[in-house]
């Protein structure tokens, strides 16, 4: 097995009905200060938004149109839910072969993330239901 593993926890994302209300509610119940504006990412078929917090950010993501990958997402779970936990690697190529070589279902190719560098999306049923959120690392990260 090759030497590829994940590195540092990026993001927690968390899939909601209203982006602006999510924001509020960490900013009133939580006391969030550090929470970037929405924008608008039609290729991810999403708006989004980050709480920066000390260690890692949540990622509060809303479903832009019946064709985004969280729309059916939300049917199922009007109020919201925690969506995909998101990994740095070194190198989203070599992570997305190994993930192969390793037998996970790899979700369509990389794309550009709202981090500005390649992600890609491992099945849920890989990982104990979980959606995981390969990034790669912006230059430098560490
Ligand atoms: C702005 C970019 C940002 C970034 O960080 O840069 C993002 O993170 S964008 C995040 C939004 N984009 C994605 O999530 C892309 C990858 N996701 C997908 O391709 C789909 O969401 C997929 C395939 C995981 C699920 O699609 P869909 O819900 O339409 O399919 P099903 O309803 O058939 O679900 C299949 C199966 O998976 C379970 N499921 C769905 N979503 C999740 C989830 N987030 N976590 C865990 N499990 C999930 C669903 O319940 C079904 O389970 P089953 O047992 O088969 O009923
Ligand atoms: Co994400």
Redesign the pocket.
């Known amino acids: 097995m090759s030497e590829f593993k994940i590195g540092p926890l ?2 927690v ?1 968390v899939a909601v009905p209203d982006l602006e209300e999510a924001c509020e509610t960490y900013r009133t119940l939580y006391g969030a200060t550090d929470i970037t504006t929405p924008f608008d990412m039609p290729e991810q078929g999403v708006k ?1 938004c980050f709480v920066n917090l000390p260690n890692s950010q949540i ?1 509060l ?1 809303e479903p832009l149109n019946e064709e985004s990958p969280i729309h059916n997402f939300i049917q199922k779970n009007p109020k919201g839910g925690q ?2 936990v ?1 990994f740095e690697v070194d190198d989203i190529n070599e992570a997305v072969d190994e993930m192969g070589k390793r037998g996970a279902t790899v979700l369509g190719k990389p794309r550009i ?2 981090h500005g560098t390649m ?1 890609v999306f491992v099945h849920p049923k890989n990982s104990n239901g979980v959606l995981i ?1 390969l ?1 790669e690392s912006p230059e430098g990260a560490h």
């Open positions: 990026n993001h994302g989004v990622e993501i969506h995909h998101c993330g709202a992600i959120e990034m």
